[in-house]
């Protein structure tokens, strides 16, 4: 009885036991003498603790590899055109980006060369061009109102604000900013001429795309802003010499701008008078209509003054 009960008490060795890893395809080995150390049998080999720690950080990093894939994978999502995210990659500005491209669309060669396609043609917004178009709109239409109250302030005349002027403004903002840019884009694909391999560059075959023509005659609206302001002083002279200077200016950066475009165009110098006459039919339309000062005030402020001092 007493040798039965030291056989059950005592510690018997027992053969090592094996486990099969999926995650190395070998046969990791646990030792059950021994927990505190730890073998794996890979061909010929005998791994020790420290392999193992290797193995797991491995694992880890194999992990966070797949993650760094999907979201790789998440970023480059196709969205809907119905979903908001579909829009939110016409608006990735910052203001300071949106600073710098009204200030390249205003100064003349502040823009480097590549302009075109590194900055604009690689990242087009749509959040520029939409809030100085709708700041132009209501720009005009209240200094053109308040011009037309100062040409008729010395008059006998009972003047009342004219709402029109918005629509009216609007309308001719939001043709020329989209459908002269579409004209474009069409012109680009139209005209490409071909290249000479020996002389091929990178912009050889590159045409702007529509979002980017979009983008740069939006920012090139953004010096009509303050002209606008100024137009309403009413001298003849200076209203003319403000719609040259704004339409040379920002004319001559669309032609700076869109230049690398315009060397594989067959139809160049057509397409740099269309430009520059758009800019300039532009310019001298919103001084014609909204701010010009007719000669009929000349005519009528002395016989105002006349009738004035008849009644009295």
């Not at 700041?135 to 100062?150: C, D, E, P, R, W």
């Amino acid at each position: 009885m007493s040798h039965d009960s030291d056989e059950l008490l005592s510690f018997k060795d027992f053969p090592p036991t094996t486990i099969h890893s999926t995650s190395t395809g070998g046969i990791a080995q646990i030792n059950i003498n021994s927990p505190g150390k730890s073998s794996s049998s890979t061909g010929s080999g005998v791994r020790s603790s420290g392999d193992l720690d290797e193995l797991m950080y491995s694992t880890s990093a194999a992990m966070a590899a797949t993650t760094e894939e999907g979201e790789e994978e998440g970023n480059t999502k196709m969205y809907s055109f119905w979903s908001i995210e579909y829009y939110q990659q016409f608006f990735n500005v910052d203001t300071f980006m949106v600073l710098d491209r009204i200030a390249s669309a205003v100064i003349p060669k502040r823009a480097p060369s590549t302009y075109l396609k590194s900055q604009i043609g690689s990242n087009p917004d749509l959040y520029g061009p939409i809030w100085i178009v709708i700041t132009l709109i209501f720009s005009i239409a209240i200094s053109g109102n308040v011009s037309n109250y100062l040409q008729h302030a010395n008059l006998n005349y009972h003047w009342h604000y004219n709402f029109h002027l918005v629509s009216y403004a609007a309308t001719a903002i939001i043709i020329y900013a989209c459908l002269v840019p579409l004209a474009l884009w069409a012109c680009f694909k139209w005209s490409l001429k071909p290249t000479n391999p020996d002389l091929e560059t990178d912009t050889s075959h590159y045409t702007p795309g529509l979002l980017t023509l979009l983008c740069i005659y939006g920012y090139s609206l953004a010096i009509y802003i303050p002209v606008s302001i100024l137009w309403v002083i009413q001298v003849s002279i200076l209203q003319w010499l403000l719609v040259i200077t704004a339409a040379l200016m920002s004319g001559s950066v669309l032609i700076f701008v869109m230049m690398p475009a315009l060397r594989n165009s067959r139809l160049s110098l057509i397409l740099i008078l269309g430009i520059i006459g758009a800019h300039f039919l532009l310019a001298a339309g919103f001084m014609l209509y909204f701010f010009h000062v007719p000669a009929t005030t000349t005519n009528e402020l002395p016989l105002a003054l006349n009738n004035s001092i008849k009644t009295s």
